[in-house]
Each structure stands twice: as C-alpha cells, then as structure tokens.
C-alpha cells in the first residue's frame, strides 16, 4: 500500500466508477421517482406525486398475499440450503484433493449453467409425466401422478438447486480458515464426531452459515427466471409481478413502487441481520 | 485428511446427484426421437440436434449472445483493471466508498436492476439497442472482474514493481512488463467469469431487450413459457456443453474454486 497525496488512484478509477454511477446509481434514483407517479390504464405517465401506488401495495390484499408468498418462499428456500448446503460445505473440506476437484464441479459447476436450462430440468423432472411422478409411483408410493408444476413445493426445489451453490461457497470459505488441528484433539481426547461437528466445528463457521443464509435468502426474493417457469402465473411472486406491471400491464410507476418496496424490505433484512451477527460474533470471541 | 464417515459420504452422493439431476435430463430428453418430452430409452436419435441448424432465430440469438458476452467483458475488463489497480495498490480517501460503488451491482436484486436501466434507457432514447445491453451488461459484470483483479494484484509483492522504478524503467513499462503480467491470470480468470455471466443473464435482459435485439437466454424464456419440447433440450445440451468448455478454461487459468470463492 501506498499512502501518496496524488490524484493517480481517482484517476484510475473513475472511468469504473462513472459507469456504475451512470448506469445503476441514477436508474435506481430514476425509478424511485417513478414509483411516486401514476399511469392511468393506457394513459400516459402522470408526474403528479403521489402515494397511490404505495397505497395498493399496503392495502391491497392481492400485493400483500404476494410479497408474504415471495418472503415465505425466500424463507423456506434458505432453510432448505441451510440444511442441505451446510453439511455438503462440511464434505468438501474432507475429501482428497482428486474428488474434491471433482465434486467441486458437480456442487458449484451449475452456477455457472444458464438459470433457465437448470430450471427447464426442473419443469421436466416436476411435469405430470415427469420423471419424480412416474418413479413415486413405479415404487408404489405413489397412486396417482401429484402436481409438482406450478406448486408452492416444486418451486422451492428448484430454487433451492438454483441458490444452493452460494450457501455451499459461503460455509466452506469460513470452513477453509478452520484449524483442522482443533478437530483431531477433541478427537484424540475420545469426541465422537458428531461432538466434533456440534463443539468444535459448527461453533466456528456460524458467520460463515448466516452470510451464506443472507445471500440465498436475498437472492431468492427477488429472483426471477425460476418462480415465472416452475410457478407461472398461478403463482405470483413480487418479481414476476413486477415483470407483468412492465411489459404486460404497462404500469410502470406501479411496476417501480413494487420493485422499489422489494429492495427496501430485503436491505433492511440484510443490514437487520449484518447487525445482529455482528454483535453476536462480537459476544462470541470475546 | 481422514474418511469420511459412511452417513456423510451417502449425503454427499445424493447432493451431488440432486445437483445433477436437471441437467442430466436435459441432456437425456436431447436424444429422444420422439416429438414430445421423453426419455431416449426406447429410440434415440439426433433429430433435435438437426433441428437446431433450421432455426435461423435461435442460432441468430447465439450469436447475438457471443457477441454481447464478449463486448461487455472486454469493456469490464478495461473499467475494473484501472479501478481494482487503484484499490489494490493505494490507500485513498474513499477507497472504501469506491469498493462499495463498484460492487453496488451485486447488491440490487437483478429484477430491480433490469427495470431501473429499462427506465433509464428508454429515457435516453437507447431502449433495446446493442449498445444499452453493452453498457448495462458490463456494469453489471464489472464487480467479477474487480474482485478477481484486486485478489490477484493485492497478492504480489509491490517492491517488485518499486525495484523497476529505482532502475529507471517508465511507469508504462512497470505495467506493461511487471504489473500486467502478474495480474494477467486474474484478467483472463476475471473476463472468463464476466463473459459467462453476460452469457447467461436473463432478468435483467429480458427487460432492456427488443425483439430485435433478444440473446439466446430471453429467447429461450420466451419459447419456456409457450411450450416445453425436445428442441429447448437440445439447444440447453449445447449450452451445458459450452459451460463445461469454458468452466475447463476457468480451472485452467485461475482455479474453478478461487473463481467461484471469489478470493486468492
């Protein structure tokens, strides 16, 4: 590190900076202002401001209904990862080298596989001909083909596929700075390991697994390609009826205020539980 | 490392065969030969993969895809280079404001995100052109380049650079000769992952693009919400198939888990 009193590092850095404030600072800005607009139906945007639209989404039972459907789903989702993502991250760090390599590419590799061909899967996979139908009853457990697509439940599958990467790469990046050495004395002073698991390693990788927990959890809220594939339109989540309200409804100023109140709700979470952990990890170590 | 414990090894084979799972279908319903989704047990054939070189649309959007992924990374590329150097190398008022500026676009959710630049082109006149998706796409990318290029600039020794300068070497030839080859691994690693994530986006683009202008992955939305037919799988075999190529290419530069982990 240099401490000099130049320009250089501005210099540097500006033509980045200018285009992140071009292009995302002065939108977001923009579209906040849009949001205290309105737009009679196949009207022009009336610049009046106005709260109309913040009103629909308080009062409004079908916008309520949506964003409590969109924030239970973004729970349940983490939850699943959660379960899921923590003892996989845990597996990593106990493979060789080779099938670690390996798995690696099977656990993350699909983040880097378009959203929409690994939900196309799931469509398949979930279909009233799918391939999780015709094996639930080719064992018997089953009597009559269920409907997977466009339920509740077949969306938290898929989007738990979709996000579980990221739960995996948080907890393994806290595990990685874990002292392997901590594990093998509470072994050899006779720790079975599942007492390893619960008192020497879980205690360690908490911010690991809650800053795993806030991506997922932001993510799914607002994400998109998944919920308007698997749950279509019978199951609308804030942000395929922000989709709508743009390109179908063009209600902008409408489809705005949705999108404006859905980054509020989930930065305020996000800050919310920076804080708590923060203080929590503080009580933790000290 | 030690063994694994038997009930924790027979997680990890069912994780990895639920992370399989769709894609190991797509793959599959590919090689059917019937005309609707279905498994290629009982007659395989390449007809859907014939089926793609008829449609002019799709192998259009690909191009279209290839040619926006690659413009934007390299236009990343050049912003986050000069900017990640900046963070890496030098104590700044503001540098912390900066870090947070430039990796603002990860924080947005990306629906959000997509209908801000819709207002912001449509206003500027520039809604579903080439250059708006540009511009939108490496800004949004950029925070993948930046963070790769500050991992791999903060991870060398300056007094290399500093022994150069005392030798009399020009600030260009610092860079060009010491400075850009050292970080050049995190370069490539870094436009890698920036051309993969232009590639594959989706909610922000299905926003911003025209019917003219439409990439592979908002035409292949479209066509999901029609119909679900063997033709979607073989174009998505194609693109896993990509992946795989590019992920090869990643581990080869840069390691897939630094990449993915985001740090050195």
């Excluded at chain 2, 007094?159 to 009399?168: D, F, I, K, P």
Aim: hydrophobic share 55%; with cysteine.
């Amino acid at each position: 590190m240099t401490r000099e009193r130049n320009s250089i590092p501005y210099w540097l850095s500006a033509p980045g900076a200018l285009t992140v404030l071009a292009l995302v600072a002065v939108p977001l800005v923009m579209t906040f202002t849009l949001s205290f607009y309105s737009q009679p139906p196949g009207g022009a945007i009336d610049s009046t401001l106005t709260l109309q639209n913040y009103g629909h989404i308080v009062g409004d039972d079908y916008y309520i209904e949506i964003f409590a459907r969109t924030f239970l789903m973004a729970a349940l989702v983490t939850g699943v990862c959660l379960l899921i993502g923590v003892p996989e991250a845990y597996v990593l760090t106990r493979l060789t080298a080779g099938w670690r390599a390996i798995s690696i590419v099977i656990v993350l590799g699909p983040l880097l596989v378009s959203v929409v061909v690994r939900t196309l899967g799931w469509a398949i996979l979930l279909g009233r001909d799918g391939v999780i139908n015709k094996a639930l009853m080719a064992v018997g457990l089953l009597n009559q083909p269920v409907q997977l697509m466009y339920s509740y439940t077949g969306l938290v599958i898929a989007l738990s596929h979709v996000l579980v990467p990221y739960m995996v790469l948080s907890v393994w990046a806290s595990l990685q700075k874990l002292d392997f050495a901590t594990e093998q004395a509470a072994e050899s002073l006779g720790a079975s390991s599942l007492t390893v698991l619960r008192r020497i390693v879980l205690p360690q990788v908490i911010p690991g697994v809650l800053s795993g927990c806030l991506i997922v959890f932001a993510l799914a809220a607002g994400a998109f390609a998944t919920p308007a594939i698997i749950a279509g339109r019978r199951l609308k989540v804030v942000s395929t009826t922000i989709y709508d309200e743009f390109l179908n409804y063009l209600n902008w100023p409408m489809g705005a205020a949705l999108a404006a109140t859905l980054m509020v709700i989930v930065l305020a979470i996000s800050l919310l539980a920076n804080r708590y952990i923060e203080r929590r990890y503080k009580q933790v170590f000290s | 490392m030690t063994r694994l414990p038997r009930p924790l090894l027979a997680f990890h084979v069912l994780f990895a065969a639920f992370m399989l799972a769709p894609l190991v279908i797509v793959v599959l319903v590919a090689f059917t030969d019937k005309g609707y989704i279905s498994m290629p047990f009982d007659g395989a054939s390449l007809r859907w993969f014939n089926e793609i070189l008829k449609r002019q649309d799709f192998i259009d959007a690909f191009y279209r895809s290839v040619v926006l992924a690659a413009t934007s990374a390299t236009l990343a590329v050049v912003l986050a280079l000069p900017a990640g150097m900046a963070i890496a190398w030098y104590q700044f008022r503001g540098r912390e404001i900066l870090v947070g500026l430039l990796l603002s676009p990860l924080m947005v959710p990306q629906i959000v995100l997509g209908i801000a630049i819709l207002r912001f082109l449509s206003q500027m006149g520039a809604a579903g052109t080439m250059t708006g998706l540009i511009l939108a796409h490496a800004a949004i990318v950029m925070p993948y380049v930046l963070r790769l290029v500050v991992a791999a600039a903060t991870g060398f020794d300056r007094s290399v650079a500093q022994a150069a300068e005392t030798l009399g070497a020009s600030p260009w030839t610092v860079f060009a000769r010491i400075q850009l080859p050292l970080i050049l691994p995190g370069i490539a690693g870094g436009w890698l992952l920036a051309f993969i994530t232009s590639f594959d986006e989706l909610t922000l683009t299905v926003f911003i693009a025209s019917p003219s202008t439409q990439t592979l992955p908002v035409k292949l939305y479209a066509y999901i919400a029609n119909t679900i037919d063997p033709l979607l799988a073989s174009i998505s075999t194609m693109l896993i198939l990509l992946t795989l190529v590019l992920m090869l290419l990643l581990e080869r530069f840069y390691g897939l888990d630094r990449v993915l982990g985001g740090k050195s």
